[in-house]
């Protein structure tokens, strides 16, 4: 898998080339994509769960398994995959400007980013919400009681502009500690520079598993906002936006009809259910509006898995997941009293 890491010095630079970049937001993306070999597709900064860097430089986790499944539908390929990990402060730019094909990283759609930023959101992929994270040994049991207190965030999110609202809702005279790197704004938590720390709550589980002492430190209680973590791609490029949001369906759909990564060859071979067979290109052709090949779904489904499968082995309880049960959550399927859906693929 391709690795490329941009900072925001590169980003400035793509700004003065808007003009050049900019035509893959004509809605020739695919064409790019095809035609270069290989999808560019950013995350953030390494964060436990979402997406990891080895030590050899490759990528995994919940968030580039996204990545994985629109090359797999592209390509047939989950590999053909270059990983951009780019910051936060940069991260819409870089995408708005064609640096990247797409975003997959645990950004929130929000209302100004889905519409002032040249940008389109889809289908959220991970319910989320912003907590805080004290130590254990500071009496702090409540966000109420951070009154006065230093509070580590990272600056260009909304987990800056919520603790904002917070503060000023309950007038608690917090003083916003500001990082563009998450790890030195946890580092300086755990030297003592801030009181708590806050972001969304299932980064504050992956980061504080990480810690030297997990045990010490506790997340409280309290949401403070909807956090809804969604793919993006730029706007004015619906064949694109079409194929990405149904990539993440098409996984989706998968775990709805109980077909995994292991049991899918058998599926294609002996389901006589219309819905599965649709869904692996062996009747209909849904997939000529996406203009892929009939067995898109069938290759991320083999490849890249459904989303429970993604669910468990990143978020959920697998050797190397950030420990997030997924029963009883927002992110449980509809059918278990979550948010997680697909429409008819028919």
């Known amino acids: 898998m391709k690795i490329k890491t941009l900072f925001t010095s590169v980003i400035v630079a793509t700004t003065m080339t808007m003009g050049v970049v900019g035509a893959a937001s004509a809605g020739a993306t695919l064409d790019i994509v095809k035609k270069r070999g290989h999808l560019r597709c950013q995350v953030g900064l390494p964060t436990p769960g979402f997406y990891n860097m080895s030590s050899k430089g490759d990528w995994s986790g919940f968030d580039v398994q996204t990545c994985r499944a629109v090359a797999a539908a592209i390509f047939g390929d989950a590999d053909k995959l270059e990983i951009q990990s780019i910051g936060s402060n940069a991260r819409f ?45 500071s009496g702090i049991t409540s966000a109420l009681q951070l009154k006065g207190a230093k509070v580590c965030v990272t600056t260009g999110t909304t987990s800056e502009l919520n603790l904002a609202d917070f503060n000023r809702t309950h007038n608690l005279k917090i003083s916003a500690v500001t990082f563009e790197d998450w790890n030195v704004r946890d580092d300086t938590f755990l030297k003592g520079g801030c009181d708590a720390v806050t972001v969304d709550k299932s980064s504050l589980a992956g980061n504080m598993a990480a810690f030297p002492v997990p045990g010490d430190y506790t997340i409280l209680a309290e949401t403070l906002s909807k956090e809804p973590l969604a793919p993006a791609v730029r706007h004015g490029d619906n064949q694109w936006a079409d194929l990405v949001r149904w990539s993440f369906y098409a996984m989706v759909n998968a775990e709805e009809l109980g077909i995994t990564s292991a049991n899918v060859d058998d599926m294609r071979a002996n389901s006589k259910d219309p819905k599965i067979r649709r869904l692996l290109g062996l009747e209909g052709n849904i997939h000529e509006g996406l203009s892929l090949k009939k067995d898109w779904a069938y290759n991320i489904i083999k490849q890249v898995g459904n989303y429970g499968e993604n669910y468990e082995t990143f978020i959920g309880g697998g050797k190397n997941a950030i420990g997030i049960p997924r029963e009883g959550s927002l992110n449980a399927l509809w059918t278990n009293g979550g948010l997680i859906y697909s429409p008819p693929m028919r």
Not at 97 to 119: F, H, K, P
Request: net charge negative; charged share 20%; proline share 4%.
């Open 93 to 137: 730019t870089a995408l708005a400007n064609g640096e990247s094909d797409m975003l997959s990283r645990t950004a929130t759609w929000t209302m100004s980013r889905d519409t002032q930023l040249g940008l389109d959101f889809l289908p959220p992929n991970f319910y989320d919400g912003q907590g805080f994270t004290v130590r254990k040994d």
